[in-house]
């Protein structure tokens, strides 16, 4: 579990932390169905608005660190997500007002127990079960970043296989606009995460795949499912 989000230089080594004692960890705040291509992957509709769950901070684990996945309810999918780290609190702000409330960028997984999720749709239940459990949001450590509308793109490899790649420019929502829509509905307090959506090519996760994320031209990290 992670107690503080730290920087982390391109070589992964510790460049600073935000302050001290870094942000105390808070809430993951998830975006659904926020690329096209993964909306039609699954078979669902376009919202007229974000789709919102939320991820507690028993959530998170150290994605530099092997990734353990539950194998008790099914299989569980990857599902590779901008995460932007918040660093003053948002309530009810224009999106001219969040730009300087993101303090860093990394990458985060939002682990999905599928067979699970399908069930409780059906069901109309809520995610949480399937989006919510302990380690289900394996992170990076964050990068400092001073957001200027400026693009991200980024791609996961399992086994050596590219899976998933995406690009902020075509989220349905973008960054600024998500963190408003996000803060007329609750704040948003220095060291909670807002993760953005995921493209086309989620995936079952299985014991001893090798993980490769990148976020392009920022920072690289190898990791795998553990056994």
């Not at 959530?59 to 660190?65: N, P």
């Not at 299989?75 to 224009?94: D, M, T, V």
């Not at 795949?209 to 056994?227: C, P, Q, S, Y």
């Amino acid at each position: 579990m992670i107690n503080t989000y730290q920087h982390l230089n391109m070589q992964g080594q510790p460049l600073q932390t935000v302050d001290a004692q870094g942000y105390p960890v808070g809430k993951a705040v998830c975006v659904g169905r926020n690329y096209l291509d993964h909306v039609h992957e699954l078979g669902n509709q376009v919202n007229d608005n974000p789709l919102l769950f939320m991820k507690p901070s028993t959530a998170f684990a150290h994605l530099h660190q092997p990734i353990t996945i539950p194998t008790e309810w099914g299989e569980c999918h990857n599902e590779l997500e901008l995460a932007f780290l918040i660093g003053k609190p948002l309530y009810k702000s224009r999106p001219e007002q969040c730009a300087p409330a993101i303090s860093g960028l990394g990458l985060a997984l939002d682990l999905t127990l599928r067979e699970l999720q399908n069930q409780l749709k059906t069901q109309g239940h809520p995610w949480e079960r399937a989006k919510a459990f302990d380690g289900s949001c394996p992170i990076s450590s964050f990068m400092p970043l001073d957001y200027q509308n400026q693009t991200f793109s980024f791609s996961l490899k399992v086994n050596g296989q590219l899976r998933q790649q995406g690009d902020s420019k075509h989220m349905l929502t973008p960054v600024l606009e998500l963190l408003s829509h996000i803060s007329q509905c609750f704040t948003l307090m220095p060291g909670d995460v807002v993760l953005t959506g995921t493209p086309k090519g989620v995936g079952p996760l299985k014991a001893n795949d090798m993980i490769d994320i990148d976020l392009h031209g920022h920072f690289n990290i190898k990791t795998r499912v553990a056994a």
